[in-house]
């Protein structure tokens, strides 16, 4: 849980900083795409057009209302169908890559991939097409639990399709300072992964759950509150991990 806030709120506060990202909505639901205020209802062109009808990925990017550098690539429901219009295709594993490949318009700085909850083939599709993987984890009992499922699915992935895939970075969410349990999570998080887990912890806050139902990220909803503060310290800590490598 926390992938589609943390993918919006990150991209808007790298493209803040002059960067130039790009959030691609690969979850039927859309929830990216709302909350970047892009439109994502009717037939509006999305990535199932792309990964399924071979439309090419710059007829779908849109760029986000006044968020400059920020540009969206939306989902609709139609999504929904390409998990299992994908099956019979040549390659299904690798539409993504191949249309990201194929998109030269823009030089983006940062593309992030907002994956539905399932691991079907748009998570695949997006595994593949990934050189790093971000995971959030909520620091509550439950986020432990599925943590296992992933990294044996990574292992998967790396070893048939993605030898490169990269698990960089992980970051604690939702974590509320007032719980013995908050920080038993988070420091067992820090205990397995090490480094790969940012400094910087997101809090739980209700700004951070408000602000995609005004079509915006929080960075720019409230950029005064404890969650856009820590999702600005994370993109930087991010950022300065990239520059070292
Ligand atoms: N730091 C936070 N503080 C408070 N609420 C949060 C925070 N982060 C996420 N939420 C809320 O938790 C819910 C789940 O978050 P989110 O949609 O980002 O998860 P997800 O992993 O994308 O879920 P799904 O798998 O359904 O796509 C949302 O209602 C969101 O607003
Ligand atoms: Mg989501």
Redesign the pocket.
């Known amino acids: 849980?926390?992938?589609?806030?943390?993918s919006v709120n990150l991209a808007a506060a790298l493209s803040m900083h002059g960067q130039r990202v790009l959030v691609v909505d690969l979850?039927p639901?859309g929830?990216a795409s709302t909350a970047l205020s892009i439109e994502h209802r009717g037939d509006v062109p999305d990535m199932y057009k792309v990964l399924v009808e071979d439309m090419p990925l710059g007829e779908v990017v849109k760029e986000v209302p006044d968020m400059p550098g920020l540009y969206c690539a939306p989902a609709t429901i139609d999504l929904a169908g390409a998990e299992i219009e994908l099956v019979s295709m040549v390659a299904r594993e690798a539409r993504l890559q191949r249309a990201l490949g194929a998109y030269k318009a823009i030089e983006f700085d940062y593309v992030f991939i907002?994956c539905?909850?399932s691991l079907g083939l748009l998570t695949v599709n997006a595994l593949m097409a990934a050189t790093e993987l971000l995971v959030?984890i909520q620091c509550e009992y439950y986020a432990l639990e599925g943590l296992g499922q992933l990294l044996r699915n990574v292992d998967l992935v790396r070893a048939h399709l993605n030898p490169t895939l990269d698990m960089s970075t992980i970051l604690l969410?939702?974590y509320d300072g007032r719980t013995r349990l908050a920080s038993q999570v988070a420091e067992e998080v820090r205990s397995h992964f090490g480094d790969t887990v940012l400094t910087t912890l997101?809090?739980?806050?209700?700004r951070?759950?408000e602000a995609?139902s005004y079509g915006q990220s929080v960075m720019t909803y409230d950029p005064g509150s404890s969650?856009a503060m820590a999702y600005m310290d994370a993109a930087r800590e991010m950022a300065y991990r990239g520059a070292a490598v």
């Open positions: 849980m926390g992938k589609t806030t943390t979850d639901q929830n907002d539905p909850p959030p969410t939702m997101i809090p739980r806050s209700v951070v759950s995609p969650g």
